[in-house]
């Protein structure tokens, strides 16, 4: 049987060959579970409009994926085109696997225009555009309206500030022994954000010197473990009792959460109960993530012309756009007013335009070659001060420390 498949595909390829189809390869991690078949229905539009393309695609889980990209790519066997998030995009451009886009962009009469302009800058490097936009988000401040109502307290404005926050919190926490105020975690992607919230940062502004032990950082990881081991407001390892921050969310044992635009659709479907959004509170300002995914071409592919079709249809055809919107599958990185309308209107949460008015502060991850490295480094103190084991003072330092050591700057 398994002989017979390969014949089939062999005499398949053969015969799109001989009719003057070209076949690509497609790699993604995005459409992994639920969004697959939202996926093939992007390419089964694409096909009908292009007749002389046709689109293999492959789907691998996030956690497996830029391992098994970067195999493929050093045996030399790259797809055509592959998804890359914008934390690994520079170090694939860095490192010379991509495709430079600009002539494409240009002879192909490809509007960047209907593309958001921060989404699309976020996959250019020195001047040469290396990738496309296929989606992008951001995080709110998600929280239980019922909980808010049984506290007494007020719903959040854009305008809170990080001790606004927290009294919600403890009146939320003083509900019940099994009711928590706020969930945010204390890891590498909030630090880097919450530090800009404080006015801080992880590198200084060219890029040439890590910055993690300063004073204003210190505050920002002191504020949140206090939410753990001094006020209790965020639930330990053993009060979450195995399940995730979601899962207690659904439950309601958490008034407040910090997460990404990407929960609507789950909330949306496992809530029984009123919630709704905000900007996330900032403290001396307002800073929230950016999180992209983009498209590119790989520089040895042999169907370019084939391939940039695709991942420019991907990234800016209403039709496709609809498609995420309809599915609740990140934004999609279009600035068509149908679109946005559409996207407001799908509730819940009711105050949709809060997702647009926090681009206003969206903030980058502080992207380097050995990004990886460096994040791993800094969670692993950030673990300690978490646990109490160090002081954030004695953590930052500590990591500040192993990263001049371990990390090479431009």
């Not at 919190?169 to 009711?179: E, P, Q, V």
């Not at 945010?184 to 404080?198: G, I, S």
């Not at 498209?295 to 040895?300: G, M, P, T, V, Y």
């Not at 969206?362 to 160090?390: C, S, W």
Request: charged fraction near 25%; proline fraction near 4%.
């Amino acid at each position: 049987m398994k002989r017979l498949l390969v014949i089939f595909a062999i005499v398949s390829m053969a015969l799109a060959t001989s009719l003057g189809v070209t076949t690509i390869k497609f790699m993604n991690f995005s459409s992994a579970d639920a969004n697959a078949k939202y996926l093939e229905e992007m390419k089964r539009v694409f096909e009908e409009q292009n007749p002389d393309i046709k689109v293999n695609i492959e789907t691998v889980g996030y956690g497996d994926y830029f391992t098994k990209l970067m195999t493929i790519v050093a045996g030399g066997n790259a797809p055509d085109a592959f998804e890359l998030n914008y934390e690994n995009f520079y170090t694939y451009a860095k490192k010379g696997i991509l495709l430079n886009l600009n002539n494409l962009v240009e002879t192909s009469g490809f509007d960047t225009s209907v593309l958001n302009e921060k989404a699309l800058n976020a996959f250019s490097e020195g001047g040469v555009q290396y990738g496309l936009p296929f989606s992008f988000s951001n995080v709110v401040l998600i929280y239980n309206k019922d909980l808010f109502d049984k506290a007494g307290v007020e719903y959040p404005t854009d305008d809170w500030t990080w001790a606004d926050e927290l009294e919600a919190a403890k009146k939320i926490r003083a509900l019940d022994a099994m009711a928590f105020g706020v969930y945010q975690p204390v890891q590498f992607w909030e630090f880097y954000k919450m530090v800009q919230q404080n006015g801080g940062s992880i590198l200084n502004e060219d890029r040439t010197a890590f910055t993690l032990n300063t004073p204003q950082n210190v505050e920002t990881l002191q504020f949140m473990v206090d939410r753990i081991l001094k006020y209790n407001v965020m639930p330990d390892d053993a009060q979450m009792a195995g399940m995730g921050d979601w899962d207690l969310f659904e439950v309601e044992r958490i008034g407040m959460i910090v997460t990404g635009t990407w929960a609507f659709s789950t909330f949306k479907n496992s809530c029984d109960f009123e919630w709704d959004i905000a900007v996330e509170p900032g403290n001396t300002g307002k800073a929230t993530h950016f999180f992209a995914n983009g498209l590119a071409i790989s520089k040895d592919s042999k169907n370019v012309d084939a391939a940039f079709r695709w991942i420019s249809f991907l990234s800016g055809d209403l039709d496709v756009a609809k498609i995420r919107i309809e599915a609740g599958w990140e934004l999609p990185p279009v600035t068509y007013p149908e679109i946005i309308e559409l996207y407001k209107q799908t509730t819940p949460p009711a105050s949709k335009e809060v997702v647009f008015r926090s681009l206003d502060y969206l903030v980058t991850p502080p992207v380097i070659e050995q990004f990886n490295e460096m994040a791993d480094i800094v969670n692993r103190h950030l673990e300690a001060a978490r646990y109490g084991d160090k002081t954030p003072q004695k953590a930052l330092d500590d990591a500040q420390a192993e990263l001049e050591k371990a990390i090479k700057l431009n």
